[in-house]
């Protein structure tokens, strides 16, 4: 029993990140008598969960061999219209999440439909689509902040639920959706499917395209629900939100094993990854690291923890 | 052994006041080791001299008390308020013996702020003032009036008339959008003077040279700058250098990093009106180390403002 166990471990895609997170969580843990405190656990959770939500987007997308670069940017310009849509139109605060939230799968859709029908590669294209909902977002604050966001939705952002983050659950529930859906349903086996040969997928009858479409709907509605959820954790709507968040995820998704290629990867080892970039961002504070410095040394244990999950898992596989 | 017991009574009897009043005494409460942490907007050469200010303070406190103070210095990366609020709470987490704060967005900061005293850790803001209704000690120049003596400058140079632009900083910072209105109430008080352009910088000497390049070139009569921070003038004087504008077009810049003392000392600006990142940096520490002796200090403190021409910024 205790073999199979060892084994199905060892097996598994997500081995090499998990032993990577556990032994940086380990280092930091020990290095720093803060680092394991429940109000440093908090902030690290609240920090995840925003990114985390944009990496699972971005998670769905490549495994799919699609890469949006402006998930950060709708994120942004929906937690802004979601201000405008209280604070301006006087809209009651939950609908005006929700609108804010359908407006983001609208903009997602609309960068599958350019990608789908046009035949546009979806990098390429979500530069350009980036710039345009990062345009219109200063248009319409004039990169000024909306203040004055309805005290009860600050819960969503600042509050706790279970001695948990609010935000931090929410992207919990994200990722317990998306990998059921990827792992248990025929839906999440089409994906996979197209994003390992796309051509031979639609030999085999699969919709290639109306999925497509979906996955890049339901990213633009996850990213716009991380954008609503700053916004209630700042009580603004900042212009700025979303401008930290594009290669972050994408960073997270590889290190967690999704390739860059389609077919591989789930949500699960993104957020393992997601979870190796917040640690090293709060250790950095914890350890006192100089600005100067925080570029090197967080790209450092980036590419160690790369290497040490390659290495790992060949290890690993070999012992298997 | 019953007159031991009065004795010891009669001590203690006398002993309580003194003690009592010991702890009620301000600035009375002394720790062998103190550890202060400085946020400031953004990694930038103007929040070195805040750093370096800060560290002079750390080195005096202990050359007086004999206590080691240390001072970490943690920026953002970039000007954006989730990335400095990441920061704050992380920094909380090592429960430091106080806070020092340059606000990107007040409503935006408020939620770490809240939680900052919550934790009852001193904080000082600089350079910034607090959000509304919290009692938050702050420390900076009046922000207003070294714009308007920019302004006021420029005016004077163009005789009072001409197309003049205005660079703000970061708009939702308090200390960037305060110049910048006062630069625009003073040219509204000179009916000759025009401002036909507005770019934003958001505190990037790069997004400066763009964004006064581009003003310069669909605003051909363009005659004099102003900037409502201190990466904007740098960036506005690459301008207009490269534009071959030098003498054609007044630049007052703002604050006294390098670039701009050699921009007044090579005639590509005009003069400049500076604050006092050093002294921001030193008062920041002290009166955090004065709250953390248990001491008051006062709301505001003023470190003023500099005027700097080609006469007194020396060689």
């Known amino acids: 029993m205790q073999t199979n166990s060892l084994s199905l471990l060892t097996r598994s895609p997500l081995a090499g990140v998990f032993v990577a997170l556990a032994v940086i969580f380990t280092l930091s843990a020990l290095i720093s008598p803060y680092f394991l405190t429940p109000y440093n656990l908090s902030v690290i959770a609240r920090g995840l969960a925003f990114v985390g939500l944009i990496t699972i987007a971005q998670s769905m997308l490549m495994v799919l061999g699609e890469l949006d670069l402006s998930l950060g940017v709708i994120g942004g310009l929906c937690g802004v219209i979601s201000g405008i849509l209280m604070v301006r139109l006087g809209l009651e605060p939950y609908s005006a ?16 439909l350019l990608v789908t029908v046009l035949r546009l590669h979806s990098l390429v294209l979500t530069i350009g689509t980036a710039g345009i909902f990062g345009g219109a977002n200063l248009v319409l604050t ?18 706790d639920f279970l001695g948990m983050p609010v935000p931090f659950v929410i992207m919990l529930v994200a990722l317990a959706v998306a990998t059921f859906v990827m792992l248990k349903t025929p839906f999440g086996r ?22 497509r479409l979906l996955v890049f709907g339901v990213a633009g509605a996850i990213a716009a629900l991380a954008g609503v959820l700053m916004v209630a954790r700042l009580g603004t709507a900042q212009p700025s939100i979303g401008e930290t968040w594009v290669l972050a995820p994408i960073a997270a998704s590889v290190i967690g094993g999704v390739a860059t290629t389609g077919g591989i990867g789930s ?7 997601a979870g190796i970039i917040a640690i090293i961002e709060n250790i950095i504070v914890l350890f006192g690291v100089s600005p100067y410095w925080q570029g090197i040394v967080s790209g450092a244990i980036v590419v160690l923890a790369i290497s040490f999950d390659a290495i790992s898992r060949r290890y690993l596989r070999r012992d298997a | 052994m019953k007159k031991l017991a009065i004795l010891l009574a009669c001590a203690t009897a006398l002993a309580l006041p003194v003690t009592a009043s ?6 009375t409460i002394k720790k062998d080791a103190y550890r202060f942490v400085v946020v400031p907007k953004v990694v930038h050469p103007w929040f070195d001299k805040v750093n370096e200010g800060a560290q002079a303070a750390a080195a005096a406190i202990k050359a007086q008390t004999g206590s080691s103070v240390e001072v970490i210095y943690s920026a953002p990366q970039s000007a954006d308020v989730v990335q400095q609020n990441q920061i704050i709470d992380s920094a909380l987490a090592t429960q430091p013996d106080g806070l020092a704060l340059d606000l990107l967005d007040p409503s935006g900061n408020r939620a770490s702020l809240e939680e900052a005293q919550n934790q009852n850790i001193p904080l000082v803001i600089f350079d910034s003032i607090p959000p509304e209704g919290m009692a938050i000690p702050y420390i900076g120049s009046d922000f207003c009036e070294q714009a308007k003596i920019a302004a006021r400058r420029l005016v004077e140079v163009l005789g009072g008339e001409g197309e003049v632009a205005i660079m703000q900083g970061v708009p939702t910072a308090p200390n960037h959008s305060i110049r910048a209105e006062c630069h625009r109430q003073i040219f509204a008080e000179h009916p000759g ?27 051909p009569n363009l005659k004099g700058w102003v900037a409502s921070d201190a990466a904007g003038p740098i960036g506005i004087g690459q301008a207009i ?16 990093l390098p670039e701009m003392l050699d921009m007044i000392r090579d005639g590509v600006a005009d003069s400049s009106s500076a604050s006092q990142p050093e002294l921001q940096g030193y008062w920041s520490v002290m009166l955090l180390w004065a709250q953390a002796t248990g001491a008051k200090v006062p709301g505001y403190l003023d470190t003023g403002n500099a005027f700097l021409t080609k006469e007194n910024v020396g060689k």
């Open chain 1, 97 to 112: 999440m929700f609108l804010a939230i359908l407006l983001g799968a609208f903009l997602g859709l609309l960068n599958g």
């Open chain 2, 193 to 219: 003077i025009k401002v036909v352009a507005e770019g934003i910088d958001n505190d990037s000497i790069e997004t400066a040279q763009q964004q006064a390049a581009a003003i310069m070139q669909s605003n």
């Open chain 1, 267 to 273: 949500p699960i080892g993104a957020i393992f990854g």
């Open chain 2, 22 to 27: 010991a702890q009620d005494a301000q600035g």
């Open chain 1, 190 to 211: 089409y994906m996979y499917a197209i994003g390992n040969n796309q051509a031979g997928a639609r030999m085999l009858g699969i919709k290639v395209d109306k999925v």
């Open chain 2, 241 to 256: 250098v490269e534009a071959g504008k030098q003498g054609k077009v007044t630049l007052v810049g703002l604050d006294n």
């Open chain 1, 142 to 159: 004039r990169g000024v902040a909306i203040t004055g966001i309805p005290k009860n939705l600050h819960y969503l952002g600042r509050g």
